[in-house]
C-alpha cells in the first residue's frame, strides 16, 4: 500500500492539477496557474522518484496546497480542487496525526478565505467538508495498516514463543528419558560386572534388565521423537499406570523404594500422570546417580483438591545435581499445570515435594 501512495497519490494530484488549470474561467490560463501547475507536476514527480517523511513530507505536501490555490483560485466549480482532497487524504495516510491534522486545518483554511474573501459563490462547503473527509479517510487507513502490521508481529512472536515451548517439552522428555534409561542401566551393568566372576547367574539377570531397560527406553525416545511429527501429542507416554513398573525397574537395579499410593490413579488425566511419572522418575533418577544406596521413601496422594508427590531419600545429592537441569524441568512440569515444586535438604537426606491442583 506504501508503494501504491508512492506512484499512485502523485500522479493523480498531478492530473487534478492539470485539469484544475483547464478550468479557471478564462480563454487561457494565467501565467501564474501556469507556473502553479508546473510546480505542482514537478513536485509530485520528486515526491514519487524520492519518498519524503516527516517534516520535509509535510513542507511538501503544504506546498502543493498552495500551488493549488494558485491553480484554482476563485472557482468553486473547479475539478482541481479534488487535489486538495487527495493531498489530504495522502497526509493523513503517510503523517502522524498531528501533522496531518495541521495540513488538514491549512487547506480548510485555505477554502473559507476563499468563500470570504475570494469568491461568496456556493460549493465551498464542499470542498471544505470533502477535505475533511479525506485526511480523516487516509488516518483510518494507516491506522488499519499499523493494526495490521501489530497482528502479524503478535502471531509471529507466538508462532516462535510455542515452537520454543515444544522444543522445550520434547528436551525435558528426552532429558528423562535417557537419563533415567542410562542410570538405571549402567547400575545393573556394573552390578553385572561385580558379580560376574562369583555368580555368573545375576551377572546375566542384571544383563537382561540392563537390556530390557534400554529396549524400553529406545521406545521411550521414539513416542518423545514422535512429538515433533505429531503435534497434538497423540503419540503414546507414560502415565500414572506405569508408575508401579517405574518403581519395580529400580528395585531391581538395587535402589531400596518403599512406594506408597492413597487415592484412586484413574483420576488423574493424561498430562497429570504423564507430570507425576517424571516428576517420580527424575527424583529417584537423581537418588540413583548422585546417593547409590540410599534408601527411598516415594509418596502419591490423590485427594479432592490437590495431587502430592513426595520423593524422601536418606541420602543428599552432590551439589553439582541440586540445581540442574533435571530440577527445573520437574519444576517447569508442575508449574505449567498450575501446581509448584520444592527441592532441598531434610535432616541427613533430601526431599523433593510437587502440589498440582486437581
Known sequence: MEEQARFVAPAAVALFGVIGATQ???????????????????????????????WPLLVALL????????????????????GVCLVAGWAGFLLPRRRAVALVVV?????????????????????IAGTVISGGGGAIVRRQRELVEQLREAQAGLADRARTEERQRIAHELHDVIGHALTVSLLH????????????????????????????????????????????????????????????????????????????LTGLSATEGLTVY????????????????????????????????????????????????????????????GGELSAGPRGDGWRVEAVLPS
Open 24 to 54: 479557471t474561467g478564462s480563454s487561457s490560463p494565467s501565467v501564474p496557474a501556469v507556473l502553479a501547475v508546473a510546480g505542482v507536476v514537478l513536485g509530485c514527480v520528486g515526491m514519487a522518484a524520492r519518498p519524503l517523511q516527516g
Open 189 to 264: 551393568v556394573t552390578s553385572a560386572r561385580l558379580a560376574l566372576a562369583e555368580d555368573p547367574v545375576q551377572a546375566e539377570a542384571s544383563l537382561a534388565e540392563a537390556e530390557r531397560l534400554a529396549q524400553q527406553s529406545l521406545a521411550e525416545v521414539r513416542a518423545v521423537v514422535g512429538l515433533m511429527r505429531d503435534p497434538a501429542g497423540r503419540t503414546p507416554l507414560p502415565g500414572a499406570g506405569e508408575l508401579e513398573d517405574l518403581v519395580t525397574s529400580f528395585r531391581r537395579a538395587g535402589t531400596e523404594v518403599d512406594w506408597q499410593v492413597q487415592g484412586d
Open 278 to 337: 517424571r516428576i517420580v522418575q527424575e527424583a529417584l533418577t537423581n537418588v540413583a546417580r548422585h546417593a547409590p544406596g540410599s534408601p527411598v521413601t516415594a509418596r502419591l496422594e490423590l485427594a479432592t483438591s490437590a495431587t502430592r508427590v513426595v520423593v524422601d531419600s536418606a541420602g543428599a545429592p552432590t551439589a553439582t545435581a541440586k540445581e540442574g537441569a533435571g530440577l527445573s524441568g520437574m519444576r517447569q512440569r508442575a508449574e505449567a499445570l
Open 63 to 82: 506546498l502543493l496546497v498552495g500551488l493549488f490555490t494558485v491553480v484554482c483560485a476563485g472557482v468553486p466549480g473547479n475539478v482541481g480542487w479534488f
Open 107 to 127: 487547506a480548510t483554511g485555505m477554502f473559507v478565505v476563499e468563500a470570504l474573501a475570494v469568491s461568496t459563490e456556493s460549493g465551498w462547503n464542499a470542498w
